[in-house]
Nanobody, 125 residues
Framework: QVQLVESGGGLVQAGGSLRLSCAASRRPFSSLSMAWLRQAPGKEREFVAE???????????DYADSVKGRFTISRDDAKNTVYLKMNSLKFEDTAVYFC???????????????WGQGTQVTVSS
């Protein structure tokens, strides 16, 4: 079992930046592939970004087209933490952001087994 705790959400003006963090209870963290997904009010949950864990680390991170060039996913295996740096935020980025994890049998994994509770990001226009 893996417990995930997100932090870093909040209210920001359009054009601003936020960095989300997700701390995982699992050791070794390096074996987990990690992702960020989001869910806006009245909409389905959607993929934002994912980053591979071992043994897929030679692959690059993936991003949704809507966030490419603005968001960056990264990980610090020594801190059991994955990050999502969000720049040039838009009103339409407003959503609850969820962290997810999986011991991936392939890359990209296609689905995630463990989920955090989410953190709210609100972008004011």
């Amino acid at each position: 079992q893996v417990q995930l705790v997100e932090s870093g959400g909040g209210l920001v003006q359009a054009g601003g930046s936020l960095r989300l963090s997700c701390a995982a209870s699992r050791r070794p963290f390096s074996s987990l592939s990690m992702a960020w997904l989001r869910q806006a009010p009245g909409k389905e949950r959607e993929f934002v970004a994912e980053i591979p864990g071992m043994p897929w680390k030679f692959f690059s991170a993936d991003y949704a087209d809507s966030v490419k060039g603005r968001f960056t996913i990264s990980r610090d295996d020594a801190k059991n933490t994955v990050y999502l740096k969000m720049n040039s935020l838009k009103f339409e980025d407003t959503a609850v952001y969820f962290c997810a994890a999986v011991e991936a049998p392939r890359w990209p994994p296609g689905k995630y087994d463990y989920w955090g509770q989410g953190t709210q990001v609100t972008v004011s226009s």
